[in-house]
């Protein structure tokens, strides 16, 4: 074999194990529960295997499915706008700071590797019944006795915004970090205020990591489960919630199938929207 | 710079520490709390004890929460960082036609929500006979934590030069001795980073873990979820501490460890 052929085989060498588990564990299973979704479940327990459209007419035309998909992107668009505003001026604050930059952006990042279950469930020891809040309130003297305060929808979305936070910090940072400086001062000498010059200059130039980070936030918090299960009351199962009943709980593994394809293809669907208007490099330079 | 002293930037920054407030209180409550000597999980705090650090490590369960994990962590990192390191030389080191592409298959798996990998994985290797067990939670664990390796790893790739390995083979080194003479101590850190990037998702994951592990079997956070829906107990914050020290103490370590490879290679 001459040295090129060589050159030109071995890097699919080096590719076949990641393509080969790829396909097998993630393109191969979508497949498989796209026709899976179209069998049916039988009262017996057992999966009818055939071409059944009454999953998908269930999932697609029940309105219980259907609030709860709405709900769902309720809660992610709020927890997206939260993140943007809390996490947007954090980012431009390290991005321009004349301080130890990696150090500031580390110690934002740092909640990031903190387990995201202890993170969710911290919040039961600020807001529960007896909790620092519920502690403090009493203590002041504001009232009596102590407010349950958790389990709402407000809640699911604090501990949402508390666990995607760190991905828009990080997205906008890249984003302002990369834009130079100087172009905020040449606004300035030519007549602009500050603000002016954000406004017209930087947050135009920042807006791709904006972008970025909130789609992540989106996305990341339209998928979970785990948030409303731990923080959430009765009334504030999110789509995902949807899927793990069906599967874990019903065991209508059929129906889960169609379910958890919906929240692929709505999902999906804003990420390719995303990537035909902004590409996915952006994406990578926050997550790499 | 005068404009830094700006009622403005007074504002941002003020704005920046509430939010670094916002990130760690709740983080800083568990620690503290962890330490309470009352028999509640909560306030106010009676004393200061260790009585419930002492209780995690005789509670079986937990200890066997966390051999499952570590056990299943350091698999899925040894898995995922071989084939991480394997795909991420070959878009790095070789003009490879439809890199782009691959390179978006390669991270699919983050692109795809967990829920749905989670799902479809189950189902499929149900399927095939595989049940619920040790094995599809293997499988989990890699495929998901595999993309997260790939751009850890070919982000450090790139900043290796690679002029060194070809003196090297035009010195005489055979393309074996090349690679592990040169190519994987230069390496070494990007590999590190990858399989502590990889541990520590593995370690951390429950939304994919709770689909795939068999009854009885619980990982760190499967049991933390399990326990939260009885009560918050003191343990559930001595374990968090224990998870808080353990998840920030591991990257802080490899980071130290990069710096001084970084520093030992001159670079």
Known sequence: ?288 | MGERASLGWQLIRGYAVLVYLFMFLPVMVVVVLSFNASQFGSFPMTGFSFRWFVALWENEAILRAFRTSIVLGLLTSAISTTVGVLASLALVRYRVPGANMISTILIAPILVPEVVLAVALLLFLNFLGVNKSFALLLFGHVIFTLPFVILVVQARLIAIRRDIEEAAMSLGASPAQTFFQITLPLMLPAVLAGALFAFTISFDDITGTLFWKPGGVETVPTQIFAMLRNSISPEINALGTVMIFMTVGLPLLGLAIARQFARKSGG
């Open chain 1, 1 to 288: 074999m001459s040295v090129e052929a060589r050159e030109k085989r071995q890097p699919w060498i080096l590719l076949s194990p990641a393509l080969t588990a790829i396909t097998l564990l993630l393109f191969i299973p979508l497949l498989f529960i796209f026709v899976y979704s179209f069998w049916l479940r039988t009262a017996t327990g057992a999966d009818e295997i055939g071409f059944y459209l009454d999953n998908w007419r269930e999932a697609l035309t029940d309105a219980f499915y259907r609030d709860i998909l709405l709900h769902t992107f309720k809660v992610a668009a709020i927890t997206t706008v939260v993140c943007a505003m809390m996490g947007y001026p954090a980012a431009y604050f390290i991005a321009r700071s004349k301080g130890n930059k990696p150090l500031l952006l580390l110690m934002l990042m740092l909640p990031f590797w903190i387990s995201y279950i202890i993170r969710t469930m911290s919040w039961i020891n600020i807001l529960g019944v007896s909790g620092a809040l519920n502690t403090f309130l009493l203590w002041i003297g504001v009232i009596n006795e102590p407010i349950q305060m958790l389990y709402n929808e407000a809640t699911v979305i604090l501990g949402l915004v508390h666990f995607l936070l760190p991905f828009m910090v990080l997205n906008v940072f890249v984003s302002v970090d990369g834009i130079d400086e100087t172009l905020e001062d040449a606004a300035n000498s030519l007549g602009a205020t500050r603000w002016q010059a954000f406004v017209q200059v930087t947050l135009p130039l920042s807006l791709p990591g904006l972008a970025a980070g909130g789609l992540l936030c989106f996305v990341l918090g339209a998928g979970t489960y785990i948030t409303p299960l731990v923080l959430g009351g009765t009334s504030d199962a999110m789509f995902a919630n949807l899927v793990f009943e069906a599967i874990i709980t019903q065991l209508n593994w059929p129906l889960g199938s169609a379910l958890s394809l919906m929240l692929l293809v709505v999902l999906g669907a804003l990420v390719m929207i995303y990537n035909r208007y902004l590409g996915m490099a952006q994406l990578m330079k926050g997550l790499g």
